[in-house]
């Protein structure tokens, strides 16, 4: 495949990053056919450990196809890493401001100047309890929509082993596989040359997702949940479960222990007179009263 436009700073990044993940973890890595050898494309990736960036980009950079992913824009500041950032050609995310959609306009010219972008459509590291895909944002959909590229569905497994998502210890040993398994192009052109409206970006989004998560099935030879892990659902339900509890008050449990506490309480009221009057008896009785 050709290896154009990697360029010094990529180069550098995986003389820095390859050793490490060589050492560290073992590869299964399947699929690379399907990764266009010219072009401009779209990966669409699972993402469900902090170190599963680094080893995917370490897969994509063995296919000769280097690619560029949206990241937080503070990372892009300032110092080493804002210059490897910047020198690679990753694409910077405003979030909440004005120039969120800059991102989506960057990853457009960059697809349409024959570039890969590699999308995390979930947004951020899965909270599904099983490491399943959840839910995703319809960024990678308008991209592929406004450009009509290619959209490569890629599963990956192995790194959550590695790093599991929000630890801070990593498990070195045994060492962990990662797998990685590319599949053909989705297709997307029953939804070309339509209005973009929300409900057509969720449907091509969902389109999208399940392919990923066919790939990761075939990864884990299990089969995913029939719904979608949906972060925003999860938050109403639990949201709607606290204003309940709030309105019927304390529950069963709660109510007899306070029921309880007060009985204490009265018991322990009515029991210090009592022993106000034997102290008295007694001391008359010492002082022989």
């Not at 995917?56 to 500041?77: D, I, M």
């Not at 990593?170 to 973009?196: C, I, N, Q, W």
């Not at 029939?226 to 709660?254: L, M, N, V």
Request: hydrophobic share 35%.
């Amino acid at each position: 495949m050709s290896r154009r436009r990697i360029g010094f700073w990529y180069r550098f990044a995986a003389v820095l990053c390859k050793p490490p993940l060589v050492v560290l973890i073992k590869r299964d890595w399947r699929g690379m056919e399907h990764i266009p050898a010219d072009g401009g494309f779209i990966t669409a990736v699972n993402h469900n450990s902090h170190v599963d960036p680094f080893a995917y980009a370490h897969y994509q950079y063995n296919t000769g196809r280097v690619p560029r992913f949206l990241a937080k824009s503070g990372l892009f500041k300032k110092g080493f890493v804002g210059a490897a950032m910047r020198g690679t050609g990753q694409i910077p995310v405003y979030r909440e401001s004005t120039d969120a959609l800059s991102a989506f306009r960057a990853a457009i010219d960059a697809v349409e100047r024959g570039e890969c972008v590699a999308f995390y459509p979930e947004g951020t590291l899965t909270r599904d309890p099983n490491g399943w895909p959840m839910t995703a944002k319809t960024g990678a959909a308008r991209v592929a929509l406004q450009t009509k590229c290619p959209v490569i569905p890629v599963a990956q497994w192995g790194c959550n082993e590695l790093l599991p998502p929000y630890a801070k210890k990593p498990h070195l040993f045994p060492r962990k596989t990662h797998h990685v398994l590319a599949g053909p192009p989705v297709d997307l052109s029953r939804f070309y040359d339509k209005e973009m409206t929300t409900d057509l970006l969720r449907e091509a989004t969902e389109v999208i997702m399940a392919a990923v998560t066919r790939q990761l099935e075939e990864i884990r030879g299990e089969k995913a949940p029939e719904t979608p892990y949906d972060p925003r659902r999860e938050r109403i339900q639990q949201r709607r479960k606290t204003r309940a509890q709030t309105a019927q008050g304390p529950s069963q449990p709660g109510r007899a222990a306070a029921r309880a506490g007060a009985e204490a309480a009265l018991t322990g009221a009515e029991a210090a007179p009592a022993g106000r009057e034997v102290a008295r008896s007694g001391t008359e009785e010492e002082s022989g009263k």
